[in-house]
Structure formats: structure tokens, C-alpha cells
């Protein structure tokens, strides 16, 4: 058993501004909430520390299609024993609503996305897991444009998640609009290669007239399988909770041929929820948890943490769901983080 396998695993979700922490019982496939800490604005994506010492956590007043003007980044100290978070240093202005943040490899630097405007920062990190200054883009820790991959014009492709197999040189991408699975083999040179190995649809009907969207991507701990969300957009302005009729909520799942890297969809299965906008997958590979953002303006599907068993064979079995009351705000991001 490895090192990961044997230290525990949480999940944490939020909604709003608060970031919840859940005990996982991978036996009786279950969650057991624990506790809360509150983020200066509506959280948008966390990711953690490599030592898993530390939680990054962007948050914002904003929204899709609502810039807002309050945009933060905070770093967490996570207690090793119990997953309980607190703040650990100040929190960090940003220059517009961040849509995504990771830190590299080594653990010096947070990277943080943006999409309007498209930008990219990037922030030194303290010896004590603190975030320090930003960094100039002419000095150590400066990014560079290696390669831009869009095909054609780049119109008609909109990539949202990617994973990688963990021991194959595949990625697996997300396509958002598209609702496409695109597999792309790792380029020394570039990254990835220009044009993608395999593409699938994420839908079990593609032909369906429904606003619809991919969602986040994770590939198996065992890399056999990957799974990827698929969303039903609202049917009018920012922040509405009225959805598109006849819309997949669901998680497909695909096998991976260990040789090629060609992914074959052998499930889709309804997430019970909207919007399934964040997963994942604890490191024993037997147990997953998808949270959707939001529920039904009418009340009749409330907004959960959907919970399910993979099997041997990758498929997915319903388990149960925790219904959340979101109230005005939403479920924006959750995750599974193995302890220190």
C-alpha cells in the first residue's frame, strides 16, 4: 500500500464563502460533516500544497458573467490530523475574478487564472506556506508562452479541465462547449502534442438541442478509467436558477486502453443534482463525490454531494446524496485532499 493510500483523506466543499470539511467513510461510503472556515468572498477553486500542509483558496464577489470587484487569494494551514483548515496569513488582492489557481511541482509558486480579461499570475510562496509577492514576469518564476494549442481558429474549441494518466505520457482535456473528450499525448517540446490522439462525446445523446457543458475531468488513481461531468446550463442571464429542459447531469464514465490511451464511454450516470461543476475520487480509487452548484428554482432537486461507489470495473453505483441548502449563494468548488 502506498504512502497516499495509507494517510487520510478528506473532502471539502463550499458554498459561498464558507469551505466545509467532510470526514469520508469509504467502507460505508459516506460523508461525516465536521466544520467550517469562512473566506473573505464566494470561493471559486482551491488547490493544495504538494508537502499538503497548505490549502490555496481564490475567492471573489463575482461570478460567471458578473466581474465583481473584490477578488482574493488566501492560504489555509490544514490541520494534519483532522483536515480542520484556518487562515494563515493575510489574504492577497487579484485583479479580476479568478477562475482557476494550482501551484507548481516544487511548491514555490501559485498560479492563478483569469478569463476576463485572460491573464495569468503568479505568487511566491513563503518558506512558512504564506503567500508573498507577486512576481514580475521578467525575473525567476516568469512564465512563457511554449505553445498555444486551438485548432483551426480556435473557434469551436473550448477547453475547461485536463488530468493526466499516471503513468502513461496521455492528457485528458475537457471540452467544455464542445461536450467533447479530447486525449493528447505529452510533447517534450511543447507540452502537448498539436492535434489530439482520440476525441469522444461527453453525452450520452450529442444531438440534444440543451444548452450543455463538459465540467471537471479526473483520471482513476489506477488510470484504467476517466471520468468527466456533464452540465445543463441555466436558460437565462448570470446566476439564474431556471435550467435548460431535457439537459444531461451526469458523470461519464470511459475506459482507457493501457496500450493507445483511447478512451471508450461504457457509463453515463445522473448525477442527481445541477450544474455538476467539481469532483473527486479518493486515492483507494473506490469511492467518488460530485457536488452540483445549485438547485431548482422551483425547489423539487436541491443543490447536493452526490455519492457513489466505483467498481472493479470502473462503473459507478448511486449511493446516496446530501442535500445542501445553498441558499443564494452556491456550491462552487469541492475536492478530495489526502493529509500530510
Known amino acids: 500500500m502506498s504512502e497516499v493510500s495509507k494517510s487520510k483523506t478528506v473532502f471539502y466543499a463550499s458554498v459561498g464563502p464558507a469551505l466545509t470539511l ?12 465536521r466544520g467550517a472556515v469562512t473566506l473573505p468572498a464566494n470561493i471559486q477553486y482551491a488547490w493544495p500544497h504538494p508537502s499538503r500542509r497548505y490549502l490555496y483558496v481564490v475567492s471573489s464577489n463575482g ?5 465583481g470587484d473584490k477578488h482574493f487569494a488566501s492560504a489555509l494551514l490544514i490541520d494534519p490530523a483532522t483536515g480542520a483548515l484556518r487562515l494563515h496569513g493575510e489574504p492577497v488582492a487579484l485583479p479580476s475574478r479568478p477562475i482557476h489557481t494550482s501551484v507548481d511541482g516544487d511548491g514555490a509558486y501559485l498560479l492563478t487564472a483569469f478569463n476576463a480579461p485572460s491573464n495569468v499570475t503568479v505568487h511566491h510562496l513563503n518558506t512558512d506556506g504564506t503567500i508573498g509577492a507577486p512576481v514580475l514576469q521578467s525575473a525567476k518564476g516568469a512564465l512563457s508562452n511554449l505553445a498555444s494549442i486551438a485548432p483551426g481558429n480556435g473557434l469551436g474549441f473550448g477547453p475547461r479541465h485536463l488530468d493526466f494518466h499516471p503513468t502513461r505520457p496521455w492528457a485528458f482535456v475537457s471540452i467544455e462547449r464542445q461536450n467533447k473528450l479530447y486525449v493528447y499525448r505529452l510533447d517534450q517540446a511543447t507540452g502537448l502534442a498539436r492535434d ?9 445523446d450529442p444531438a440534444s438541442p440543451a444548452p450543455q457543458g463538459a465540467g471537471a475531468i479526473h483520471v482513476h488513481p489506477n488510470g484504467r478509467f476517466v471520468y468527466v461531468t456533464n452540465r445543463t446550463f441555466p436558460s437565462s442571464g448570470p446566476g439564474a436558477r431556471e435550467v435548460s429542459a431535457g439537459g444531461e447531469n451526469s458523470v461519464a464514465v470511459f475506459a482507457i486502453d493501457q496500450t493507445t490511451g483511447e478512451p471508450n464511454r461504457i457509463q453515463s450516470i445522473d448525477g442527481r443534482g445541477i450544474q455538476l461543476r467539481t ?36 462503473k459507478l453505483e448511486f449511493v446516496r446524496k446530501y442535500d445542501i441548502d ?8 469541492s475536492g478530495m485532499v489526502t493529509l500530510a
Not at 24 to 32: F, T
Not at 196 to 204: A, C, H, Q, V
Not at 297 to 314: K, Y
Request: glycine letters at 14%; zero cysteines; charged letters at 20%.
Open 22 to 33: 467532510y470526514d469520508i467513510d469509504i467502507e460505508g461510503a459516506a460523508l461525516v460533516k
Open 63 to 67: 461570478g460567471p458573467g458578473i466581474p
Open 196 to 204: 489530439p490522439m482520440f476525441i469522444r462525446d461527453t453525452l450520452s
Open 279 to 314: 469532483f473527486g475520487i479518493d486515492p483507494s480509487g473506490r469511492l467518488l463525490a460530485v457536488a452540483s452548484i445549485m438547485a431548482l428554482e422551483d425547489g423539487t432537486l436541491p443543490a447536493g454531494i452526490t455519492v457513489m461507489r466505483v467498481g472493479n470495473d470502473g
Open 326 to 333: 445553498t441558499g443564494k449563494a452556491q456550491q462552487f468548488w
